[in-house]
């Protein structure tokens, strides 16, 4: 048996109440005046000083009574020893079924595509976690943005994570310089955290895209802090920056080759204006978000403390909106982060991210022994906890009317 | 369960004036059964007997002298008026309340309402007012202010002692007429103690109406659990499980209330138990009863 909420368990204390009463009542306090005294048979001192057996029958189902109480908040559930190891596997798997099979050291489930795709990775853990609640959740399959939506679970097992078909390094985009040199933004993925590096490649590699000469137009009019931002930006990805009358509501252009994507402003009511203050990576790595992504931003984008808020919406492919504006105090870091985006959005690299895993979580377990004969399924106590619950407290009523107390 | 209280129960317990709730009583008792207290002589007749020397003429019915040409003289039931005296308990154990209600008070209203029927029926109506240690009297008397006087003495009761056990005060307070003696007690001296007032009072030929009061829980020892309780006249104390001792306790009780029944029954007098929460009217009816025999 296992207690699922250790903090509950302080109402075990409670069952002290009954005992406490109990006592309480046997002392009797102040006295009470009877003028029929004469009449009272002279052996009620004995049998009044001794305690009846349906007391101490009653006193203990008043403490079970609680004791199951407590239990049942603090989500005492049994174990049942299963003979497998106490980590599960998840495999994505192509088949239209779930499969599960015990392996060597571990409880392997095969997941089919389409469900991840369904309910994302985080529900599967955590329904996994509910079911078996395992040391560790090994989950090999496809690990991109799209399956990682919604709330991170509370998960108390160590997590491993195997990608598949995600290159260790992969090279997104290639364009022609400021002096026609040729340069490569690069994502290499470790660990599945992305790590961005524009570098100028030595030799053409003619299987890769031709290069493209970098073109960012920005307004002639764009306030000077702004434009510093860009220019930052510019400077990152070593192209020029030339001014235009651009229509009303874009704030900047960007072409590469055949693409060309547009930055606006968002002019809704709702936009939050001149309010974003720094967050930890303020300034270049500003999340762009769909619109159709229910999370607005991912813990890197909480640009103000405590709270997320959407920056840049992709609304259409070649349509990137500026959802929040920041403090006037920060506008250039800000736009030079803007800038970023909008030169990664025109390149085409992709947006994919990292699941946002606990630093704790990352860690790969290191098993020193092989882990044997302990995974164990936890089944909930709460339907046996109710029906004792319910058995107490109709004995409790039924011995306590009988006797009136 | 909570037993509904009579109105004048619930009105003593709210502090309402004692005089006021005797008169409410009475007056809402008298409602529908009470016949007038015209008095005086020969308001009933009763016989004619045959005029004898001695006798005052002007007794002499002249109009059956009229038809029989003989002297005879109209006799009548004279309707007399009687002394009530109340003897009030005021030792200790009159202290005793439950559910607020004291129970010297609950005696207290008795005796209020009962010397104001008997005021208004045209008797004289006395106070004794008895415990060990002393006697607060109130002569009979007709007078207007006696139930003032009355009302008075009975809001400023004190309860303490015990009720003697000798009866020889009551030799002070009676008289050679006919008397009513009315006592409102609890009645938990010993048996004997009432045998001998109740043989005082037939030597003096004097009725008596023994008005026992009770509490409920005192009649069915309604205590919850382990109770310690006190003696409230000598002060002994125990604890008790009600539960337990209730049986032993109510034969007890009964075989006392038995033998209290036997002593104080007779010719001339009688015993009424009443729970501190039945009407007071009841009393009225009893004591009607009682009145009407003298």
């Known amino acids: 048996m296992s207690i699922g909420i250790t903090a509950w368990l302080w109402l075990i204390a409670a069952a002290l109440i009954p005992l406490i009463i109990h006592l309480w009542s046997r002392k009797s306090g102040q006295p009470k005046i009877l003028p029929t005294f004469r009449f009272l048979p002279e052996k009620s001192i004995a049998r009044a000083s001794r305690i009846q057996l349906h007391e101490i029958t009653l006193l203990l189902l008043r403490i079970a009574l609680i004791l199951l109480i407590a239990l049942l908040l603090a989500g005492l559930f049994f174990d049942i020893d299963q003979e497998v190891a106490n980590s599960v596997k998840l495999s994505e798997s192509e088949s239209e079924y779930s499969e599960e099979w015990i392996g060597e050291d571990v409880l392997e489930i095969m997941v089919p595509s389409e469900r991840i795709d369904r309910l994302g990775w985080w529900m599967i853990l955590e329904q996994v976690e509910y079911e078996y609640r395992p040391d560790l959740i090994i989950t090999e399959g496809r690990l991109t943005a799209d399956r990682f939506t919604g709330e991170l679970p509370e998960l108390s097992a160590d997590l491993e994570w195997i990608p598949f078909e995600l290159p260790g390094e992969n090279r997104q985009a290639v364009w022609a310089g400021v002096e026609n040199s040729r340069y490569e933004y690069v994502q290499r993925r470790s660990e599945l955290l992305i790590e961005s590096t524009i570098a100028e490649s030595a030799e053409p590699d003619e299987s890769e895209a031709t290069a493209a000469p970098f073109e960012l137009v920005i307004r002639s009019d764009t306030d000077p802090v702004i434009k510093r931002g860009f220019e930052a930006a510019a400077n990152l990805w070593k192209i020029n920056i030339s001014e235009a009358d651009l229509p009303y509501g874009r704030l900047a252009n960007v072409r590469l080759g055949d693409r060309e994507v547009s930055l606006f402003s968002d002019e809704s009511p709702g936009r939050v204006q001149d309010k974003l203050k720094p967050g930890p990576q ?22 103000i403390d405590g709270g997320q808020v959407q920056v840049l919406e992709l609304k259409q492919p070649n349509e990137l909106v500026l959802k929040a ?11 030079a982060g803007v800038a970023h985006q909008l030169l990664k959005t025109a390149a085409g690299i992709d947006e994919t991210l990292a699941p946002e895993v606990r630093e ?17 399924r936890k089944e909930s106590a709460t339907n046996i906890l109710l029906f004792l619950i319910l058995i107490a407290w109709a004995a409790e009523r039924i011995l306590s009317n009988r006797r009136g107390m | 369960m909570k037993r509904e209280l009579p109105s004048e129960i619930g009105d003593l317990l709210s502090g309402a004036g004692l005089a006021i709730l005797a008169k409410q009583v009475v007056d809402g008792f008298l409602i529908g059964q009470h016949h007038g207290t015209r008095r005086g002589t020969g308001t009933e007749f009763s016989q004619y007997r045959s005029y004898q020397p001695g006798d005052d003429i002007r007794l002499i019915d002249w109009k059956m002298f009229g038809r029989s040409d003989r002297y005879y003289i109209k006799e009548s039931e004279t309707e007399t008026s009687i002394t009530v005296r109340f003897f009030l308990d005021a030792s200790s154990s009159m202290e005793y309340s ?25 008797d004289s109506v006395g106070l004794h007012i008895v415990h060990s240690g002393s006697r607060v009297d109130v002569a009979p008397r007709r007078k207007k202010d006696q139930l003032n006087q009355l009302y008075r003495r009975l809001e400023s009761v004190e309860c303490s002692g015990t009720w003697p056990e000798s009866p020889d005060w009551i030799t002070e307070c009676t008289s050679r007429r006919s008397e009513l003696w009315i006592f409102c007690s609890d009645m938990l001296d010993e048996p004997e103690t009432w045998r001998s007032i109740r043989e005082l009072g037939e030597i003096f030929g004097h009725e008596q109406l023994f008005i026992q009061i009770l509490g409920d829980d005192e009649i069915e020892l309604n205590l919850d659990g382990v109770t310690t309780v006190r003696d409230p006249e000598n002060h002994k104390e125990r604890t008790i499980r009600a539960r337990s001792v209730k049986e032993l306790y109510q034969a007890n009780l009964n075989e006392y209330l038995k033998q209290l029944e036997e002593a104080v029954t007779g010719r001339h007098s009688g015993r009424e138990l009443f729970s501190m929460t039945r009407p007071v009217q009841d009393v009225l009816r009893a004591y009607l009863g009682k009145r009407s025999r003298l």
């Open chain 2, 98 to 122: 439950e559910g607020g209600l004291n129970r010297i008070d609950y005696a207290a209203l008795i005796v209020a309402s009962l010397a104001t029927l008997a005021q208004r029926q045209g």
């Open chain 1, 282 to 303: 303020f300034g270049i790595t500003i999340p762009v978000t769909m619109s159709d992504t229910i999370q607005t931003a991912n813990s890197s984008g909480r640009l």
């Open chain 1, 325 to 335: 504006t920041p403090n006037p105090a920060y506008a250039h870091w800000f736009y």
């Open chain 1, 360 to 376: 704790d979580q990352r860690k790969p377990i290191s098993v020193e022994e092989p882990v044997r004969a302990g995974l164990i």
